[in-house]
């Protein structure tokens, strides 16, 4: 079940003293974000408040001119993910606007905490920053709580044996191929999504049709081959369509230009101007050059083969409504 969310903090029309508001991007929706959020509402019980998400879209530094991160979950999908520690959750996207960067941390409190979201506590992450030029701290936070009469805390770093959970380690490790590293911080596949075009239809042609996916927003791991899982998105959300084998790259042997393409095992069907999303499970080799068809035929077939043997003890998440992840 995915989260109420509701555009703004102005029209939330929360009581005064009346949530438990736990602010971050939470890009990814990592183990580490999903701690946090766990024991926010956890918190909020407790308190008997009503526990609200407080993030911003677009990302402050592309409102400021500094650049277009990449991004690991698009709004949407981050609602969808964090609804799943709780269906309880409120999540509020504030549009980010110069205006509200040039707020400064007094005001962000004032305004957006204490005045539209009604906080009587407030939960941030170790290395929170607010107020026009990251003045504010959660340092600072805490000392504002005392004053205006709220409570503030920083929920401790979550992570493992090779680091804190974040959504920077998240994207070395895709943009490194790594997608079983992404997944050990994320708790489930890395996936990006798209809308099926037509491309040159050259798969078909060597008996591996592929759907060729445009409008990816997510970030996309190194050109190679991937064993995938494939999610069908619809009005009404996501459903399993098969398993499969993606191509990132831009097959030299076919000279066909770059593509995100993914062969669907077992599956027969048309899936022009379908949204799908691609779950990607193993990196299975890098991209290169082949000598003719034949030989890319001959790999195709095992990388498939290969694929049908990692995958065929995958099982959906029961939390993803009939989706795979």
């Given at each position: 079940m995915?989260?109420?969310?509701?555009?703004?903090?102005?029209?939330?029309?929360?009581?005064?003293?009346?949530?438990?508001?736990?602010i971050?991007?939470?890009?990814?929706?990592?183990?580490?974000?999903?701690?946090?959020?766990?024991?926010?509402?956890e918190?909020?019980?407790?308190?008997?408040?009503?526990?609200?998400?407080?993030?911003?879209?677009?990302?402050?530094?592309?409102?400021?001119?500094?650049?277009?991160?990449?991004?690991?979950?698009?709004?949407?999908?981050?609602?969808?993910?964090?609804g799943?520690?709780s269906?309880?959750?409120?999540?509020?996207?504030?549009?980010?606007?110069?205006?509200?960067?040039?707020?400064d941390?007094?005001?962000?409190?004032?305004?957006?905490?204490?005045?539209?979201l009604?906080?009587?506590?407030?939960?941030?992450?170790?290395?929170?920053?607010?107020?026009?030029?990251?003045?504010?701290?959660?340092?600072?936070?805490?000392?504002?709580?005392?004053?205006?009469?709220?409570?503030?805390?920083a929920?401790?770093?979550?992570?493992?044996?090779?680091?804190?959970?974040?959504s920077?380690?998240?994207r070395?490790?895709?943009?490194?191929?790594?997608?079983?590293?992404?997944a050990?911080v994320?708790?489930?596949?890395?996936?990006?999504?798209?809308?099926?075009?037509r491309?040159?239809?050259?798969?078909?042609?060597?008996?591996?049709?592929?759907a060729?996916?445009?409008?990816?927003?997510?970030?996309?791991?190194?050109?190679?081959?991937?064993?995938?899982?494939?999610?069908r998105?619809?009005?009404?959300?996501a459903?399993?369509?098969?398993?499969?084998?993606?191509?990132?790259?831009?097959?030299?042997?076919?000279?066909?230009?770059a593509?995100?393409?993914?062969?669907?095992?077992d599956?027969?069907?048309?899936?022009?101007d379908?949204?799908?999303?691609?779950?990607?499970?193993?990196?299975?080799?890098?991209?290169?050059?082949?000598?003719?068809?034949?030989?890319?035929?001959?790999?195709i077939?095992?990388?498939?083969?290969?694929?049908?043997?990692?995958?065929?003890?995958?099982r959906?998440?029961?939390?993803?409504?009939?989706?795979?992840?």
């Amino acid at each position: 079940m995915s989260a109420l969310r509701i555009d703004g903090c102005a029209a939330l029309g929360a009581r005064a003293k009346s949530t438990l508001v736990v602010i971050g991007n939470f890009d990814g929706v990592h183990r580490g974000h999903r701690a946090v959020l766990a024991s926010a509402v956890e918190e909020a019980r407790s308190l008997c408040l009503a526990p609200v998400v407080l993030t911003f879209h677009p990302h402050p530094v592309v409102v400021l001119g500094k650049g277009t991160p990449s991004v690991l979950t698009p709004i949407s999908r981050r609602v969808e993910l964090m609804g799943r520690v709780s269906p309880t959750l409120t999540v509020v996207v504030e549009p980010f606007t110069r205006e509200l960067s040039e707020l400064d941390a007094r005001e962000f409190v004032e305004r957006l905490l204490l005045r539209d979201l009604g906080a009587a506590a407030v939960v941030v992450g170790q290395n929170f920053c607010f107020g026009r030029g990251r003045q504010g701290d959660i340092g600072l936070l805490g000392e504002l709580g005392a004053e205006l009469g709220y409570r503030a805390r920083a929920h401790q770093l979550e992570g493992d044996a090779s680091g804190a959970f974040s959504s920077s380690r998240v994207r070395q490790a895709i943009v490194a191929g790594d997608v079983a590293g992404a997944a050990e911080v994320l708790g489930r596949p890395h996936a990006i999504s798209g809308r099926v075009v037509r491309g040159h239809a050259r798969g078909r042609t060597i008996g591996f049709p592929t759907a060729n996916l445009s409008d990816v927003l997510e970030l996309a791991p190194k050109h190679g081959v991937y064993a995938c899982l494939v999610d069908r998105i619809d009005g009404d959300g996501a459903r399993m369509l098969g398993t499969g084998v993606a191509n990132l790259g831009v097959r030299p042997t076919l000279g066909a230009g770059a593509s995100s393409e993914v062969h669907l095992l077992d599956f027969d069907g048309d899936l022009y101007d379908a949204e799908l999303r691609i779950h990607f499970v193993e990196r299975l080799r890098d991209e290169r050059r082949f000598d003719g068809l034949d030989a890319l035929v001959r790999q195709i077939g095992q990388d498939a083969a290969r694929a049908r043997q990692l995958l065929s003890s995958a099982r959906p998440d029961p939390a993803a409504n009939g989706a795979w992840s």
